[in-house]
């Protein structure tokens, strides 16, 4: 591979996370333009027709939705592999990302860090209080009961590494942005796996950049991020005014 490949998403969104930590494992060179998915402009929308985060490009190809790009990192850079060999586990593992991504996305990401974040931050409204409560007391022990049932003691989910276990840990980096902790006492096997999984190296040296992000006005990450040395591209589709999505779900 000659040119390192683009993601264009922001280091806070737990699906871009996925991608990045994906890129990182399998050692894999990008560059990352962190917009946003509300402020990309007209070439974002061309690049992502749900103006949504990540997108991934490598030359010609423009790929959409995280579970695609992973799938597409696994065939293009099979090792090392983040899916299970075996035909049952990886279609186990196949469908915990998914849980991860549509449930915990529903939960963790639209009722409590965009009521609590970007709704605030972006679109200068309010936070719906019951909903977060909701998501909180109700929605999220759904999930955490589930999770526990089916996360190992000790190490990864179908033994090495794979893209549930990156899928899981990568909502709960967003639940602790909103100040959200699993209680080990209720659910241990759930907490000792998001700290073991959010200390991996490659989830660890994202954390500057999310943390950086989430304490920086829009118009001014992407300068930040440079001077930390963030891999950036050359130019942006984030700058443009903010407007809600072609989904709109918050
Ligand atoms: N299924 C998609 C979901 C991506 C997604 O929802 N990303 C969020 C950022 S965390 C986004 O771009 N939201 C903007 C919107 O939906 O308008 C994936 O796995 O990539």
Redesign the pocket.
């Known amino acids: 591979m000659t040119e390192p490949l683009t993601i264009i998403g922001n280091y806070i969104?737990?699906?871009v996370r996925k991608v990045l930590v994906c890129l990182d494992v399998k050692g894999i060179p990008y560059r990352i333009d962190p917009i946003a998915?509300?402020v990309g402009d007209d070439a974002f929308s061309r690049l992502s027709p749900?103006?949504?985060?990540?997108v991934l490009i490598d030359g010609d190809l423009v790929l959409?939705?995280?579970?695609v790009i992973c799938e597409y990192l696994q065939d293009r850079f099979p090792t090392p592999s983040l899916y299970p060999a075996d035909p049952v586990q990886r279609a186990q593992a196949r469908w915990l990302e998914e849980y991860a991504?549509s449930y915990l996305?529903d939960v963790v990401?639209w009722r409590m860090f965009f009521q609590k974040g970007v709704r605030r931050f972006l679109f200068n409204e309010g936070t719906d209080e019951d909903v977060v409560r909701k998501a909180r007391d109700e929605e999220l022990p759904v999930a955490l009961d589930y999770l526990e049932a089916r996360l190992p003691e000790e190490g990864w989910i179908f033994g090495e590494l794979s893209i549930a276990d990156i899928s899981v840990a990568s909502f709960f980096r967003n639940a602790a942005f909103v100040k959200y902790q699993v209680d080990p006492q209720r659910w241990p096997r759930v907490a000792a796996f998001v700290g073991r999984a959010l200390a991996l190296p490659a989830f660890a040296r994202l954390a500057a950049f999310e943390d950086r992000t989430l304490r920086t006005p829009l118009p001014e990450q992407r300068a930040v991020l440079s001077e930390m040395g963030a891999p950036l591209t050359a130019t942006t589709c984030g700058n443009a005014a903010p407007r809600?999505?072609?989904?709109?779900?918050g």
Do not use: E, H
Not at 64 to 67: G, I, V, Y
Not at 244 to 249: H, N, Q, W
């Open positions: 969104s737990p699906y998915p509300f749900l103006r949504r985060i990540p959409n939705d995280s579970t991504d996305g990401i809600y999505g072609v989904m709109r779900l």
